[in-house]
Structure formats: structure tokens, C-alpha cells
């Protein structure tokens, strides 16, 4: 059986004044394509990632980029340490 209907205030509202037994299970599609929400604007990423005098020298392995990393983390987290309190 297929009944058409729309979603009124989060319910989906059966036309024609369709009804269906309590309790009846009911697979729900829908004929719209559902637009998704716009990303909320982030940071933009500065290239290069990693500052060199020789771009393309370095030889970037993912722990090497993990070091790199963690190294910028402590860096900040040491400046955020030594901020005076407000």
C-alpha cells in the first residue's frame, strides 16, 4: 500500500484522510532531495603547513607531521599558561 502525505510540524499528515491501524508498522520515503546545511566557517588553513626555507625538502612522514604537530600544541599551550589571569 502506498498513501502519500506531508510533514506538518515534524508529523507526517496522510492525505485524503488516509488512516492506518494503531500500532502499524511504516517505511517513511521521501520524494524531495534534502538540501544539507551549510558548514559553519571555520578556520581557513595557511599553506604551507610547514614553514621552509626549501619547500618540498622536508621529508614529511605522518609522524613526522604528528611531532610537528604536537610541537605547535605545547607551543600554544605554553602561551595560553603564562597569560595573566583577567
Request: proline share 6%.
Amino acid at each position: 500500500m502506498k498513501i502519500r502525505g506531508r510533514v506538518h510540524n515534524g508529523v507526517v499528515v496522510l492525505e485524503d484522510g488516509a488512516t492506518l491501524p494503531e500500532g502499524a508498522m511504516v517505511t517513511v520515503s521521501c520524494d524531495v532531495v534534502l538540501v544539507p546545511k551549510k558548514a559553519a566557517k571555520g578556520k581557513r588553513i595557511q599553506f604551507p603547513l610547514v614553514h621552509s626555507e626549501h619547500p618540498g625538502s622536508l621529508d614529511l612522514t605522518s609522524e613526522r607531521i604528528a611531532e610537528i604537530l604536537e610541537e605547535e600544541d605545547l607551543s600554544n599551550y605554553r602561551k595560553f599558561l603564562k597569560q595573566p589571569e583577567s
